[in-house]
């Protein structure tokens, strides 16, 4: 018996993005396929939150989450795409007004301020929510121990899927951002860049 796995993400289209009319092949990057989540949670406000995903390559306009529960009275919500070696390589505007994080269910896909050819590879996506009355809460996959997230990964290596890169923010801080002092996080939200 063979597994199929055809396709950048195996053969699994995630479903959201399909509902939001995106094509597959407008996916640039992702975290884990749609389908395997099972749970919802939210950064720790002030953090700058990072999730690493596989990129195929190519122009990506925007970063997309699904928000599970809406978020009220947000302030500084920014989304990033960083490189291994924390280089900023896009970053959106002030997010904290759109409609989407307020409303639930419903897919956020805040545009970057200019598009971003990437490369192939891995690269993390961050999100910063420096303050809300109620933090949205976002699709993830199930929630654990950011140890068991994290297994068999260490900010040495340059390899932790989910990973806190600075608390306490009031805006994005300065980059390139220093991978060697992410700390490990729960929080493991399904993230796509189209």
Do not use: H
């Amino acid at each position: 018996m063979s597994l199929d796995m055809s396709g950048f993400f195996g053969g699994l289209i995630p479903q959201v993005l399909e509902e939001a009319g995106a094509e597959p092949g407008s996916i640039i990057a992702e975290s884990d396929p749609y389908g395997y989540l099972a749970g919802s949670n939210g950064p720790p406000a002030g953090n700058l939150v990072l999730r690493r995903m596989q990129s195929q390559g190519g122009l990506s306009t925007a970063l997309n989450m699904f928000v599970a529960t809406a978020g009220a009275v947000l302030a500084g919500v920014f989304a990033v795409a960083v490189d291994l070696n924390g280089i900023l390589l896009a970053s959106t505007a002030d997010r904290a007004a759109d409609a989407a994080l307020t409303a639930a269910p419903a897919l956020w896909s805040p545009p970057w301020q200019v598009p971003v050819q990437l490369p192939p590879g891995d690269l993390y996506a961050g999100l910063l929510v420096v303050s809300a009355t109620t933090m949205p809460l976002f699709k993830t996959g199930s929630q654990g121990l950011g140890t068991a997230v994290n297994l068999g990964t260490s900010a040495a290596a340059r390899n932790i899927r989910c990973a806190s890169a600075g608390s306490g923010l009031a805006a994005l801080p300065a980059f390139p951002l220093s991978p060697a002092a992410y700390t490990s996080l729960s929080f493991n939200p399904w993230v796509a860049l189209t």
